[in-house]
T-cell receptor, first 114, second 114 residues
Framework: DAGVTQSPTHLIKTRGQQVTLRCSPK?????VSWYQQALGQGPQFIFQ???????QRGNFPDRFSGHQFPNYSSELNVNALLLGDSALYLC?????????????FGPGTRLTVL | AQSVAQPEDQVNVAEGNPLTVKCTYS??????LFWYVQYPNRGLQFLLK??????LVKGSYGFEAEFNKSQTSFHLKKPSALVSDSALYFC????????????FGKGTTLSVSS
């Protein structure tokens, strides 16, 4: 049973560029959440998708947007990249049953903005 | 505001000794609490969670955690540490106001010496 997968593993971009990160959830999961983990910090919630809709959003600017496809996979898009966007981006999937859900994380995408 | 605190940046223990990684929370409403572990260059792995019921929760790899409502704490414990337990540990909480998003502490590095 495949767990949560993310691509690419690493990515290097320059300021002002746009980036798209991809996530495939664990088999049977219908909810995808995205987190940003800056160096030396705990993950911070960006947003969550369920039934192809953004269900909840954290305190991130509109430059961060996402999408969920009918097969439950998801994309995170970041426009107008800033140096401060350099971080590990984690995708987590869950069953979408509520706050008691366990979220299972992928290995992450390391984004470096130069 | 909802928050999670991990008061120790690093915990050092000798192999075979018991270990404790501390976590306290500040939330309104019932907290649902989680522990995750992160190995270098890896995503987060779920260890255990407290939803309701018995205050002592048993999880993966011999870890357990004790929920204490009066002290608003959820400390992670293991009776006998292994060198392979050395990693970064995160406490997280899911609360009403944040929906299904997880709020993470900043993490505690556990170092187990042989």
């Amino acid at each position: 049973d495949a767990g949560v997968t993310q691509s690419p593993t690493h990515l290097i971009k320059t300021r002002g560029q746009q980036v798209t990160l991809r996530c495939s959830p664990k088999s049977g999961h219908d909810t995808v959440s995205w987190y940003q983990q800056a160096l030396g910090q705990g993950p911070q919630f960006i947003f969550q998708y369920y039934e192809e809709e953004e269900r909840q959003r954290g305190n991130f600017p509109d430059r961060f947007s996402g999408h969920q496809f009918p097969n439950y996979s998801s994309e995170l898009n970041v426009n107008a990249l800033l140096l401060g966007d350099s971080a590990l981006y984690l995708c987590a999937s869950s069953l979408g049953r509520g706050r008691t859900d366990t979220q299972y994380f992928g290995p992450g995408t390391r984004l470096t903005v130069l | 505001a909802q928050s999670v605190a991990q008061p120790e940046d690093q915990v050092n223990v000798a192999e075979g000794n018991p270990l404790t990684v501390k976590c306290t929370y500040s939330v309104s409403g019932n907290p649902y609490l989680f522990w995750y572990v992160q190995y270098p260059n890896r995503g987060l792995q779920f260890l255990l969670k407290y939803i309701t019921g018995d205050n002592l929760v048993k999880g993966s790899y011999g870890f357990e955690a004790e929920f204490n409502k009066s002290q608003t704490s959820f400390h992670l414990k293991k009776p006998s540490a292994l060198v392979s337990d050395s990693a970064l540990y995160f406490c997280a909480v899911s609360v009403n106001q944040a929906g299904t998003a997880l709020i993470f502490g900043k993490g505690t590095t556990l170092s187990v010496s042989s």
